[in-house]
């Protein structure tokens, strides 16, 4: 009967999981925990047990160890059987019917050739056995490729918390469309899709013997393995007034980002918008799972195309300070297809397949009329009013309010963590410096009324302080110096004086970017 239990199990699982597992393997093994040597007499016992005389022919003993360390021999195995067989009625029957109890995993017996008669110990063996829980039970062992272990009650349990781990990183309608290997069509409209998924590690359930504190009982206890691996510590986090769900990821620093929260947070989390109830206590652990999961998805997005700098024209037959407009710029637009690689939910890069430029590029040109270089110098000094993002691929981890005091938005660079960062508009540089907060930092006087700030560069700007930059000219390398959980650049927008004096404001900078 217990084999065919087993039968249909693999079965089951083959059937179920072929299309993300196909190297899965279904087993039954039984190690036998006996080896045979020659007796010396010599091995000291944990249990005091004499040796009673010194035969004329040898016979077999039952040697039982824990470890290298001998506990006794046996002088009946039908004492170990019997005793088996009790706490297998006493202590597993009733959670693990219809199979079997068997030595703990690090117990061990050793038959030898022996002239000794040892005295008779048999009940202060199986004493010894019952006080320190030196049992197991026969169950099912999970072994992945990367070398973890976990016993579990039930296969089909692992089944349903595999499952349910998966859906961290890949969404229900997409799990099951993959399952009956149906391939999407390609996006058309703008948004994104999944594509594949796979597990980098194969697994093989197996027969193994484990103590019953060893294994997981339910599809809960597996869960919270495959997504923390071995006695990892969980992590809350306290809601606090105007706390939001982005917000309380960025300020967990444990590096999740909001949808992982959600995943993490089940029955709890539902979105990224979801009002937050102060006092309200979220896990914050990041994932230490002994799984890799993969997900490929197909991204299409319209992208902004930015035209080259404002280009002047130095021209003495027109009046000092007249400008003229030769060419207007234009703001291009193109269509881009990506195929996006998340590894358990964090982006790890990103390949462009097409692209569809739907509006061209035009660079501003303009004639200035000035009479010295000085003048020319002064009079294209300034910007233009209309701010540029101030990286490419811009990705958006926390926005203007996404917690308490965040007057800001912060910006990655998705496929290029540690790319350059570019002057939104025209200006002079007015700081150049270092604070423990904002790290190495940009400020830039537009001479329009507006100042940017650019936070966390991963160096000191080579930009000296009074310089004046392009619109799009390279400032700094983004990066994560300061109070920062990961590479980005932390970006304000300020009116009415310079950033961080009296009468001095900051503004949503999605007012001026278009978020």
């Not at 469309?177 to 391939?183: D, G, I, R, W």
């Not at 309380?248 to 937050?276: H, M």
Request: hydrophobic letters at 35%.
């Amino acid at each position: 009967m217990k084999n065919k239990l087993v039968l249909v199990i693999g079965i089951f699982l083959s059937v179920v999981l072929a299309y993300i597992f196909p190297a899965m393997e279904q087993t039954k093994s039984y190690d036998t925990a006996i080896s045979y040597a020659q007796d010396t007499g010599s091995e000291d016992t944990l249990l005091v047990q004499k040796k009673q005389e010194i035969l004329s022919e040898p016979h077999i003993v039952s040697k039982i160890y824990l470890k290298d360390q001998l506990i006794g021999v046996l002088t009946n195995e039908e004492t170990l059987k019997n005793t088996l067989k009790e706490v297998y009625k006493r202590d597993y029957e009733v959670n693990f019917p219809n199979t079997e109890v068997g030595l703990g995993e690090d117990v061990y017996i050793v038959q030898e050739q022996s002239y000794i008669k040892y005295q008779d110990i048999d009940e202060e063996i199986m004493n010894y056995l019952s006080n320190n829980n030196l049992f197991s039970i026969l169950t099912n062992k999970v072994q992945f490729s990367n070398g973890a272990v976990i016993y579990v009650k039930n296969a089909e349990d692992f089944v349903n918390a595999r499952e349910r781990f998966l859906l961290n990183f890949i969404s229900k309608g997409a799990y099951d469309a993959l399952k009956l290997n149906q391939t999407p069509t390609a996006l058309t409209t703008f948004g994104e899709q999944e594509l594949s998924l796979e597990v980098l590690e194969k697994m093989t359930i197996t027969q193994g013997l484990a103590p019953q504190n060893k294994i997981l009982m339910t599809d809960d206890d597996i869960l919270e393995f495959l997504n923390y691996g071995y006695g990892t510590t969980k992590t809350y986090y306290t809601v606090k007034p105007y706390d939001t769900v982005e917000g309380v990821a960025r300020q967990a620093r444990t590096g999740i980002d909001a949808q992982q929260l959600i995943s993490i947070n089940p029955g709890v989390l539902k979105s990224e918008d979801q009002v937050l109830s102060v006092g309200q206590k979220l896990n914050v652990t990041y994932f230490n799972s002994p799984l890799t999961v993969v997900v490929v998805k197909e991204r299409l997005a319209e992208e902004i195309v930015y035209p080259e700098p404002t280009k002047y024209i130095y021209d003495n037959t027109l009046p000092a300070g007249r400008r003229v407009v030769v060419s207007k710029e234009v703001i291009g637009k193109r269509n881009v297809r990506y195929y996006d690689t998340y590894t358990n939910g964090i982006l790890t890069s990103g390949e462009e397949v097409s692209s569809l430029t739907t509006v061209q590029p035009v660079q501003e040109i303009i004639r200035v009329g000035v009479y010295n270089e000085e003048d020319y110098n002064e009079i294209i000094g300034g910007g233009s009013g209309q701010f540029r993002w101030p990286v490419q691929n811009p990705r958006i981890t926390c926005r203007w309010g996404c917690y308490a005091g965040h007057q800001a938005i912060d910006i990655q660079n998705r496929y290029n963590l540690y790319g350059n960062c570019y002057a939104s508009d025209a200006g002079v540089v007015i700081k150049n410096s270092y604070d423990s907060i904002g790290g190495y930092s940009i400020q830039i006087d537009h001479g329009n009324g507006y100042y940017t700030y650019y936070g966390h560069f991963r160096e000191r700007s080579a930009v000296k302080v009074g310089a004046h930059v392009e619109k799009g000219q390279m400032i700094g390398k983004i990066g994560a110096t300061g109070y920062a959980t990961g590479p980005h650049v932390h970006f304000e927008v300020w009116v009415g004086g310079r950033p961080y004096t009296s009468g001095a404001r900051r503004i949503n900078p999605c007012s001026v970017l278009g978020c």
